[in-house]
């Protein structure tokens, strides 16, 4: 005898623990099998673009800060002074660049224990949580002992940055990697050998690389479909073309490798980390911009690696003392249109899982 | 940075126009022509090289760092399927879909900045569309990824893409009035929020508070 059934449509969010922030999925459901996900977002947009338009360059800083991806503050302030410097032909002494590479990868390795923390507690590891804050409360006070801020640090400016290293913080720096390189084994004690974690990861919610490239999907997500595409080695900025390092690619595309090349890339950063400060110029760290900064007319397309993605700006200048135009191409939201077609034929509760393993930020999709 | 792949398609669509350069600027002029560049940061800065005299703002011509090509709307879908398909030009990452508004010119500007993983090279497409019809065809037909990108261009900026899947708002809610990004976009409480506010006012008059300001 046929036994009649229905979908059944499952409201998850824009409340929810696992959905990291307000985004709301409307899942359909056939029993336990997922037949389709609909992300809805825009719950945190604050219109950063408008805001954008009417402020100073140099207040843009640190608009850029708290309106974007907020885990990963330097990265947002490296793709907007980029782009005011490219459009202005601005240069940048060459400490201020080996300064600025250090920050950015701290902030890649902070951001990356974030996202470890996090998968962690989705998948029911909350001890991979406590550990990832830990490490990244050392980077926390690096970042705060050198620009005063932990989260925002309105530290980059237009031709520089805002202050030299304070005394001593090479040092701490130089400590910090050799600590991290000793605890980044015990995550693999932790999560990489776990028999419960490669059940929930391995081959999940496989995206294959031609599916990743037509969606948009960039970074991590994107290398661990097989994508060989990092910004840093494609269209290099600051010091990235005379830094040894590996780009992690892996072929599966499923949640496992998307955990293994985050992984890897933290170890790729503190690679980066430790030749930036050796070879740490003395110098100057700014060169001289006006606070009333005018760009030339024109428009410009940057792109730069944050931790999540292809992460650009497209700034339109009319020759005024504020853009005309910014757009912000935010790596999570291409990312996260990408998360349907991961998840369907999943299990419903592979979608937990899934959407922890892109590593989305609200703030970035949302803007 | 490369113009190959914009003059590779100003060979197969005569009806593109590449966007100027600033290597046909006059000679003489303070700026550094761009085209010469690695695309990395010049030496000059404007604020301090006081040198030549400043030309007035209207005579400078826009600088365009991104090479790229104005297309005519009705050849936006044959181009980038061309430019998609064609393993000649395998642009087959859509970075983002932006739009500009220009109410002076009475123009919206659609731009695709296009990137190919192979050979590193990148495109903007340029589309310009008038602001009082601002129809243009879906690419999400292409490129998958323009879904998103252009339901965010038809919820701030107001531009209808045809024969998009599902041209809903993305970003603002379903009953918002207006397109934030346009130029003349005045920001208006919507009804509900104008209500409670009404209420407040009310519940706060009867306990004796006074006006709120």
Not at chain 1, 51 to 75: F, H, K, P, W
């Amino acid at each position: 005898m046929a036994l009649r059934t229905e979908e059944l449509m499952l409201n998850m969010g824009p409340q929810h623990p696992s959905t990291h922030g307000v985004l709301r999925m409307v899942v359909t459901l056939d029993g336990e099998n997922v037949v389709d996900v609909q992300p809805d977002i825009g719950y945190l947009h604050s219109s950063v673009e408008k805001m954008m338009e009417n402020r100073t360059y140099l207040q843009n800083i640190a608009l850029v800060d708290r309106g974007m991806d907020y885990l990963s503050a330097m990265a947002n302030e490296e793709v907007w002074v980029l782009a005011c410097e490219r459009l202005g032909k601005i240069e940048v002494p060459e400490r201020a660049r080996y300064i600025r590479t250090i920050m950015l990868e701290l902030q890649r390795i902070s951001s990356h224990l974030i996202w470890l923390g996090t998968f962690g507690i989705d998948l029911g590891a909350f001890t991979a949580f406590l550990w990832a804050m830990r490490e990244r409360e050392r980077i926390m006070d690096l970042f705060e002992s050198a620009t005063g801020g932990r989260l925002h640090h309105v530290y980059f400016r237009i031709g520089g940055v805002f202050e030299d290293l304070p005394e001593g913080w090479t040092d701490r720096c130089e400590e910090f990697c050799d600590y991290f390189l000793d605890r980044l084994p015990e995550y693999d004690e932790l999560l990489t050998g776990n028999p419960i974690f490669l059940a929930r990861t391995q081959g999940v919610g496989v995206l294959p690389l031609d599916t990743a490239i037509a969606m948009g999907a960039s970074g991590p997500v994107a290398r661990a479909s097989g994508l060989a595409y990092d910004v840093r080695k494609a269209h290099p900025y600051e010091v990235y073309e005379r830094v040894e390092f590996d780009i992690p690619v892996r072929s599966e595309g499923d949640c496992y490798a998307r955990y293994l090349v985050r992984l890897e890339e933290m170890r790729q950063s503190v690679r980066i980390i430790r030749q930036c400060l050796e070879r740490l110029p003395a110098g100057e760290i700014r060169s001289k911009v006006a606070v009333t900064l005018r760009l030339p007319k024109g428009e410009v397309y940057a792109r730069t690696e944050s931790p999540r993605g292809d992460l650009g700006i497209y700034l339109v200048s009319d020759g005024a003392d504020r853009p005309y135009r910014v757009k912000i191409r935010a790596p999570a939201f291409s990312n996260l249109y990408a998360l349907t077609e991961m998840m369907r034929g999943w299990k419903v509760a592979d979608v937990i899982a899934i959407l922890g393993s892109i590593d989305i930020v609200l703030s970035d999709v949302d803007r | 940075m490369s113009w190959a792949l914009a003059e590779k398609l100003k060979a197969v669509f005569p009806d593109v126009e590449l966007f100027p350069r600033a290597g046909t600027e006059p000679a003489g002029t303070r700026d550094q022509g761009p085209g010469t560049g690695s695309g990395e940061q010049g030496t000059a800065v404007p604020e301090s090289t006081p040198a030549a005299p400043r030309r007035p703002a209207h005579e400078v011509p826009p600088q365009y760092l991104t090479p790229g090509v104005y297309v005519p709307r009705e050849k936006l879908l044959p181009v980038c399927t061309t430019l998609a398909r064609d393993p000649g030009f395998g642009l087959t990452y859509l970075s983002c879909v932006s739009a500009v508004d220009w109410p002076d010119r009475n123009e919206l500007e659609v731009l695709y900045h296009l990137y190919s993983h192979q050979t590193r090279q990148e495109l903007a497409l340029k589309v310009r569309i008038p602001r009082d019809d601002a129809h243009i065809p879906s690419v999400s037909g292409v490129w998958d990824g323009a879904n998103w990108h252009e339901r965010e261009a038809y919820d701030l900026l107001g531009i209808t893409f045809d024969g998009h899947p599902n041209l809903r708002r993305i970003m603002m809610t379903d009953d918002w009035v207006g397109h934030p990004l346009r130029k003349d976009y005045v920001y208006q409480d919507p009804p509900w929020l104008v209500e409670v506010a009404k209420e407040r006012q009310k519940d706060a008059e009867g306990l004796g508070l006074g006006e709120r300001v």
